[in-house]
């Protein structure tokens, strides 16, 4: 199963991405995604088992080249349910993130 990851890194000069932007980009592609860079934002796609991976390298290069914030929102592809991955059908059941400590739904 994919997942999607849509980040936008700021502070945020239209036109002119500055080095947090760039290495964060460049910390996810290291990673072995293919991000859509886009001009208030970019995505990419990874395996369910992947993406905190992804979003660590995001979050720990745009901070360490001097982002003020970084925004995150990630989603399930639309496949059905039944095609999906039984230990991440379980962890999706619970509320869970694969590799994470799970959250209550309130």
Do not use: K, W, Y
């Amino acid at each position: 199963m994919r997942v999607e990851l849509e980040f936008t890194i700021e502070p945020f000069v239209e036109g002119q991405p500055g080095p947090h932007v760039r290495a964060a980009v460049a910390a996810a592609e290291a990673v072995g995604v293919d991000v859509d860079f886009g001009p208030f934002g970019s995505t990419c796609q990874a395996p369910a088992a992947a993406m905190p991976d992804v979003v660590a390298a995001i979050v720990a290069a745009a901070f360490g080249n001097g982002a003020t914030h970084v925004s995150l929102h990630v989603s399930l592809d639309d496949a059905p349910r039944e095609g999906r991955e039984p230990e991440l059908e379980s962890s999706i059941d619970r509320d869970e993130v694969p590799g994470g400590s799970g959250t209550a739904r309130s």
